[in-house]
């Protein structure tokens, strides 16, 4: 086996291959919050009397989304809000409109908006939800109608106490404006605090729009310090471009960084000189896609795994770092931007490899958190600058970045295992204090 080749690798072991259902790169996205908590269980002391809590998630909807389409047809979608748990306070959590969105994934999302808030010791439980749509199929009045309908299935269980949703994957502020005004239309009253990530215009936060990738810069700029690395010239490789890995990308050319590679649903690229995220944002706005950039060449998907980087940014979506890829990456340092990126084997064979995870539970956190400021604003109808916003954002994430790393040194574990240890002792601190009724 030549250092290029992945160890383990299925598909390579031609008729000895692995069975598909062993096949560790197979597992699906609830399986592997399970393996997560698994991990961590030996850890929690006493509290692990109550870890089935978190293995089951608290609530979930299944809803059917009639809709009228342009053509007149009637279309039906499927759609999901599962709060996995309350505990530590109402459901938080985003919404996501994907063709391949399942109920497994909206559980494992959920699970992990349980850990992150708690890792960031937000007054939050977790929730997600998600609609099983490729929204470039539809107009614009017909998404507004599948959203309408979508939220009044989920008012049964949503609401600015109850359960919060937000953006997530291919949804955004005008999402959130019309989930707004159709729970308000539901209950009587204008509800802002319904959901956040709404435009500034209607209770929305400043600062909300960059606060995940702006949270990806700070935890990963802590990480870099931890290592050693320097951040001027640092070379950057950003799988996703959308809400998450543009503002990243942006934030870390604006600190010095180099990107020398970007992948998006259209294609990838890859420049020596580095890539300007504003000129690329500009160009994929102009072209609809991030391929052909003057300056930047394309290769293909696969290759943008083994870039010469120093710091690999996946803000996509989930299993993008599996047992075919991990053994090609490059960079010291991973951020994950996106929800569930590496698969636990592939977790581990980073681990092996020296390569330090900055876990999506923390990286990704600035977004909720800035969710919550909105929340908190909305109901004191009192708002922030948006200088303040982002001096409270950094100061959350630096210090629970701070705090993590040294639960990491202290049991000797991965990032991942270290905020595990911390999230889950909260939530299940808060289950064992409620108890159980009778
Ligand atoms: N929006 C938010 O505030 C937060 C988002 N996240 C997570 O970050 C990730 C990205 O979310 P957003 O940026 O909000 O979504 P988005 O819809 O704004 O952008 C998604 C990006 O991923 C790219 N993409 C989609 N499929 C791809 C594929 N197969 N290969 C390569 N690129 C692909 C798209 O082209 C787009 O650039 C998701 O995992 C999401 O759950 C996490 C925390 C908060
Ligand atoms: O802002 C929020 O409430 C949630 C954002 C989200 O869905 C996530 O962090 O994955």
Same mark, same amino acid.
């Given at each position: 086996?030549?250092?290029?080749? /992945?160890?383990?690798t299925?598909?390579?072991?031609?008729?000895?291959?692995?069975?598909?259902?062993?096949?560790?790169?197979?597992?699906?996205?609830? $399986?592997?919050?399970?393996?997560?908590v698994?991990?961590?269980?030996?850890?929690?002391?006493?509290?692990?009397?109550?870890?089935?809590?978190?293995?089951?998630?608290?609530?979930?909807?299944?809803v059917?989304?009639?809709v009228?389409?342009? /053509?007149?047809?009637?279309?039906?979608?499927?759609?999901?809000?599962?709060?996995h748990?309350?505990?530590?306070?109402?459901?938080?959590g985003?919404v996501?409109y994907?063709?391949?969105?399942?109920?497994?994934?909206v559980?494992?999302?959920?699970?992990?908006?349980?850990? *992150?808030?708690a890792a960031?010791?937000?007054?939050?439980g977790?929730?997600?939800?998600?609609?099983r749509?490729?929204?470039?199929k539809?107009?614009?009045? $017909?998404?507004?109608?599948?959203t309408?309908?979508?939220?009044?299935?989920?008012?049964?269980?949503?609401?600015?106490?109850?359960?919060?949703?937000?953006?997530?994957?291919?949804?955004?502020?005008?999402?959130?404006?019309?989930?707004?005004?159709t729970?308000?239309?539901? @209950?009587?009253?204008?509800?802002?605090?319904?959901?956040?990530?709404?435009?500034?215009a209607?209770?929305?936060?400043?600062g909300?729009?960059?606060?995940?990738?702006?949270g990806?810069?700070?935890?990963?700029?802590?990480?870099?310090? *931890?290592?050693?690395?320097?951040m $001027?010239?640092?070379?950057?490789?950003v799988q996703?471009?959308?809400?998450?890995?543009?503002?990243?990308a942006?934030?870390?050319?604006?600190?010095?960084?180099k990107i020398?590679?970007?992948?998006d649903?259209?294609?990838t690229?890859?420049?020596?000189a580095?890539?300007?995220?504003g000129?690329?944002?500009?160009?994929?706005?102009?072209?609809g896609?991030?391929?052909?950039?003057?300056?930047?060449?394309?290769?293909?998907?696969?290759?943008f795994w083994?870039?010469?980087c120093? @710091?690999?940014i996946?803000?996509?979506?989930? *299993?993008?770092i599996?047992?075919h890829n991990?053994?090609?990456?490059?960079?010291?340092?991973?951020?994950?931007?996106a929800?569930?990126?590496?698969?636990?084997?592939?977790?581990?064979?980073l681990?092996?490899?020296?390569?330090?995870?900055?876990?999506?539970?923390?990286?990704?956190?600035?977004?909720?958190?800035?969710? #919550?400021?909105?929340?908190?604003?909305?109901?004191?109808s009192?708002?922030?600058?948006?200088?303040?916003?982002?001096?409270?954002?950094?100061?959350?994430?630096s210090?629970?970045?701070?705090?993590?790393?040294? @639960?990491?040194?202290?049991?000797?574990?991965?990032?991942?295992?270290?905020? #595990?240890?911390?999230?889950?002792?909260?939530?299940?601190?808060?289950?064992?204090?409620r108890g159980?009724?009778?």
């Amino acid at each position: 086996m030549t250092a290029t080749q /992945d160890p383990k690798t299925p598909k390579d072991l031609g008729p000895h291959a692995i069975p598909s259902y062993l096949d560790p790169n197979n597992i699906g996205p609830y $399986e592997i919050f399970l393996e997560q908590v698994n991990r961590v269980t030996p850890y929690l002391g006493k509290l692990a009397f109550w870890v089935e809590t978190l293995k089951r998630p608290k609530r979930i909807l299944v809803v059917d989304i009639p809709v009228h389409l342009d /053509d007149g047809s009637v279309a039906h979608f499927e759609g999901y809000r599962v709060q996995h748990n309350t505990s530590r306070g109402p459901a938080k959590g985003g919404v996501r409109y994907h063709q391949d969105v399942t109920l497994s994934e909206v559980m494992a999302l959920s699970a992990w908006m349980t850990v *992150k808030n708690a890792a960031v010791n937000l007054p939050y439980g977790g929730g997600k939800g998600g609609i099983r749509l490729d929204p470039r199929k539809y107009s614009t009045g $017909e998404l507004e109608r599948i959203t309408r309908r979508y939220t009044s299935e989920i008012g049964l269980i949503i609401g600015p106490d109850k359960d919060i949703p937000a953006p997530d994957v291919n949804t955004g502020p005008q999402t959130m404006a019309w989930m707004m005004d159709t729970y308000s239309m539901n @209950v009587g009253r204008t509800a802002t605090g319904v959901v956040t990530g709404k435009p500034v215009a209607l209770g929305g936060s400043l600062g909300r729009a960059d606060a995940t990738g702006r949270g990806v810069f700070v935890t990963g700029a802590e990480a870099m310090k *931890k290592l050693g690395m320097p951040m $001027e010239g640092a070379r950057i490789a950003v799988q996703g471009f959308g809400n998450v890995g543009e503002a990243a990308a942006r934030i870390f050319h604006e600190h010095g960084a180099k990107i020398v590679a970007i992948q998006d649903v259209t294609g990838t690229i890859a420049s020596e000189a580095g890539i300007d995220p504003g000129v690329a944002l500009e160009h994929l706005r102009r072209t609809g896609k991030i391929t052909d950039l003057p300056g930047s060449e394309e290769i293909t998907r696969d290759e943008f795994w083994g870039v010469d980087c120093d @710091v690999l940014i996946p803000a996509a979506l989930e *299993k993008q770092i599996t047992l075919h890829n991990a053994n090609r990456i490059k960079a010291r340092l991973i951020i994950e931007g996106a929800n569930g990126p590496t698969i636990p084997a592939a977790d581990d064979l980073l681990a092996d490899k020296g390569v330090t995870v900055v876990p999506d539970v923390l990286a990704n956190a600035g977004g909720v958190t800035v969710s #919550y400021f909105e929340w908190v604003q909305d109901f004191s109808s009192f708002f922030w600058t948006e200088d303040e916003i982002n001096k409270r954002l950094d100061r959350i994430m630096s210090e629970a970045f701070q705090s993590l790393w040294a @639960v990491k040194e202290q049991h000797g574990v991965t990032l991942r295992t270290a905020v #595990y240890i911390v999230a889950c002792t909260r939530v299940l601190e808060a289950r064992a204090l409620r108890g159980l009724y009778p």
